[in-house]
């Protein structure tokens, strides 16, 4: 399914105590891996990445018969991913966490584990994504899952070249329906957990309003429209987010959007739709995957948050290593600093990187 051969070498499975990661570990056992599951203990309370998880990862591998690992990163899933969320939404950006959490802490520190204290050097997971090797361009390559309303290409892209080579996806191939058909086949019994919907974060908070204003304290500001005329107040800029409709509390003869976040002056900016369309964005942190940096523009499709179409590109490289994205054929709707922008050939990503301004560089 995602080895040509059986295996008998060692590979570490990061467990969540979801049905995905957990069918990843017993599909490899099965084919004939040699599996230790490792658990990352990111941050107390419930929720699918805490006590709850490490539990039923647990149960999980007493299952199937592999020793378990779980490792406290606590301290370091504070630093890295709750800081940068904070500070992000401080300064008036959306941050992506999950991308930033597989580079740095999945694929970053579990397989920094993984390799120190258990000599493997081949981490799996439960994403549903694709990857290989091309001999033509010396790369490894990500592509989208064969279930393109579970593909999880689009948080994968900050994946650096060596992190591709360790990583192994093997529900790739699979549906999700098919993947909750092996659980029960298999009688896991995590066989009918539910799906998790949330960023861990939020579901041990409550809510993501919850989760930031336990970090940020809620300063009432204007909310303004694009002349800078005060149309009401808000009770924190960061419980805004661009292209944001409801909750603005602004009466209005049609309907207003969220088109920035001035952070400076504690400002909500909005206005029509028509507003919050842009031809255009400069996107920075930019990682090359399955290509080496171009030097020339390129055509793609690029996907500018996890759940939209990919829609038809110029890419063009600028000589401070951002990007430029065109956008083909219309202006897209609410371009959002700190989301990532991921482009793509056919099911390939080519690269992504963060959106730092919608318009020119």
Known sequence: MFRD????????????????????AALLKRDGWRVLGLTLWLMRGKGACCSDGMRDAAR???QLGIAHHIVDVREEFEKTIVDFLVEGYRAGVTPLPCSRCNRELKFGLMLDYARRKLGIAQLATGHYARTGFDPDTGRHWLARAVDRTKDQSYFLYDLTQAQLAAAVFPLGELTKDQTRALAAEMGLSVATKPESMDLCLVE????????LDGHIEPVRGEIVDGEGRVLGEHDGHHHFTIGQRRGLGVAAAQPLYVVAIDALRNRVVVGPR?????PE???????WVSIAPPTAPIAAAVQVRYRS????????PLDDGRVRVVFANSPQFALTPGQAAVWYEGERVLGGGIIATAGAA
């Open 281 to 287: 964005c400069t996107v920075d942190a930019v990682n």
């Open 5 to 24: 051969s059986v295996s008998t070498e060692k590979i570490v499975v990061g467990l969540s105590g979801g049905v995905d990661s957990s069918v990843a």
């Open 60 to 62: 999980v591998t007493d």
């Open 309 to 316: 179409e990919p829609v038809p590109a110029e890419i063009v």
């Open 204 to 211: 041990a908070a409550g809510s993501m309003r919850n989760f």
């Open 274 to 278: 028509d507003s919050a369309l842009s």
